[in-house]
């Protein structure tokens, strides 16, 4: 049963543009992700959020910013886009002590 | 370097064989997690397994802590196991963020 809704499931915009993704989990965790998998499949964690506090802010670009709404919510925006940042975007959340992904985001820079 | 390497990279079967893959990581354990992602799919946790030897259904995790590896073996394979498996292990600062493995890719042919 899917816990971890992301939208959209993909976007295609112009090098410049602003653009935001939206993450919800249902699992109730107080801690959830971003992670971005590029072209060769690699996975690498951008943000980890703790009930709205940034605990760990990898060496990304300032571009990218988490928002938090609640511990539900953790969306991830990216101010100005670049031909770099097409890749795909996972949401996660903990649940005991496993985590959980959502489906992604595939992003494409023209 | 790549604190977390899998081997091997890509793998093809025929329906039936049985696969072994490894999971080698230069950093401390604090926690094993296998998954499972189809072409343009999410991340399914298949094992978490910081130790010992796990089983479900046809597949088998075994983590030996001090040869710093992890394997996942699958038997009888089927095309339904086609896709990529990742082990991921725990940072250990700031929060439970993971650190990918480079992935194995299989594809079984029936």
């Known amino acids: 049963e899917t816990a971890v809704f992301q939208t959209p499931n993909y976007h295609v915009t112009q090098v410049g543009n602003e653009v935001s993704f939206n993450c919800k989990q249902t699992?109730?965790?107080?801690?959830m992700y971003w992670y971005k998998q590029d072209s060769k499949k690699l996975l690498k964690i951008m943000f980890s959020?703790?009930?709205?506090?940034?605990?760990v802010n990898e060496t990304v670009p300032r571009r990218f910013s988490p928002q938090s709404s609640d511990k539900a919510h953790l969306n991830l925006r990216i101010k100005s886009v670049e031909p770099e940042d097409s890749a795909v975007y996972l949401c996660?959340?903990?649940?005991?002590?496993?985590?959980?992904f959502g489906p992604g985001t595939r992003l494409t820079v023209l | 370097g790549q604190q977390v390497q899998q081997s091997p990279a890509s793998l093809v079967l025929q329906e039936g064989e049985n696969a072994e893959l490894q999971c080698n990581f230069s950093?401390?354990?604090?926690?094993m997690q296998w998954f499972y992602q189809r072409p343009g799919g999410s991340l399914v946790s298949l094992f978490y397994?910081?130790?010992g030897t796990k089983h479900s259904g046809r597949l088998t995790s075994t983590t030996v802590i001090k040869e710093r590896r992890s394997s996942l073996h699958i038997s009888s394979s089927q095309t339904t196991d086609s896709g990529t498996y990742l082990c991921?292990?725990?940072?250990?600062?700031?929060?439970?963020?993971?650190?990918f493995g480079t992935g194995t890719t299989v594809s079984v042919s029936p």
């Open positions: 699992l109730g965790h107080d801690t």
């Open positions: 397994n910081p130790s």
């Open positions: 950093t401390s354990l604090n926690s």
């Open positions: 959020y703790n009930n709205k506090q940034l605990i």
């Open positions: 996660a959340t903990d649940w005991g002590y496993e985590q959980y």
């Open positions: 991921a292990l725990e940072r250990g600062q700031g929060g439970r963020a993971l650190i």
